[in-house]
């Protein structure tokens, strides 16, 4: 079925570390890719995005990383500061529809 | 903030009432979505709006549930005879297309039905 969902619903690190968070998709005509930031009481903020034609894509302090073979996508953020502290969603639109499916999100909590 | 606004941020009603919530996009965005959100889940798709033309809704959105963009800026979600299981978080986001049709959110309208 079309669903995206994540390896771990909460992710604690250190401040000044690198955290990694996990997506898996399911759907493999998925094109497009979209991590958010959503911190308490806020809508979601976009930080990344990548199309299928990519392997990769920086931002700052921010890389997302997409495996079509394994359908696997993830999001890594340098340098962790406790700002980064929020829940972060993976979401994925499919071609021909206008509908974004977002995963149930991770928490990350950065421990100063 | 992505300059998308809504309003109210905050409603409680209830069982019975009707809402009506509304969203105002980036000026220049033609599509326009809402989206549902419960604690601790990802939000998820309800309608979606090009120009003033509804173009896709979800199965989520049942009868009682309606949405309008007259004029293809702003647009109202109106929830009748609301239930205690529709107490969520409404998003509403904007995108442009040609632009990667990036959506950006508003902060949100959390109803609560008592």
């Known amino acids: 079925g079309e669903s995206v969902g994540l390896h771990l619903p909460t992710l604690s690190v250190q401040e000044g570390d690198n955290s990694i968070i996990n997506c898996a998709y399911s759907?493999?005509?998925?094109?497009?890719f979209i991590w958010y930031k959503q911190e308490s009481g806020k809508g979601p903020q976009f930080i990344i995005d990548?199309?299928?034609?990519?392997d990769k894509r920086q931002g700052q302090r921010v890389t997302v990383l997409l495996n079509k073979t394994v359908k696997h996508l993830s999001l890594q953020i340098a340098a962790t500061q406790p700002g980064d502290s929020a829940v972060y969603f993976c979401a994925e639109n499919i071609p021909g529809g206008f509908k974004t499916i977002f995963g149930a999100g991770t928490r990350l909590f950065v421990k100063a | 903030d992505t300059g998308v606004s809504q309003n109210p941020r905050h409603k409680i009603t209830k069982r019975g009432q009707n809402v009506t919530f509304r969203c105002d996009p980036i000026s220049e965005h033609n599509r326009l979505y809402w989206y549902r959100q419960t604690l601790g889940q990802g939000p998820e798709f309800l309608t979606y709006f090009q120009n003033e033309a509804q173009l896709e809704k979800s199965r989520l959105l049942s009868d009682r549930f309606s949405a309008e963009r007259p004029k293809g800026s702003f647009s109202t979600l109106e929830i009748q005879r609301t239930e205690q299981g529709d107490s969520a978080m409404y998003l509403c986001?904007?995108?442009?297309?040609?632009?990667?049709?990036?959506?950006?959110f508003g902060p949100g309208t959390r109803l609560t039905v008592l």
């Open positions: 990548i199309r299928s034609n990519m």
């Open positions: 986001a904007s995108s442009l297309v040609g632009q990667g049709d990036t959506q950006y």
């Open positions: 759907n493999s005509a998925s094109d497009y």
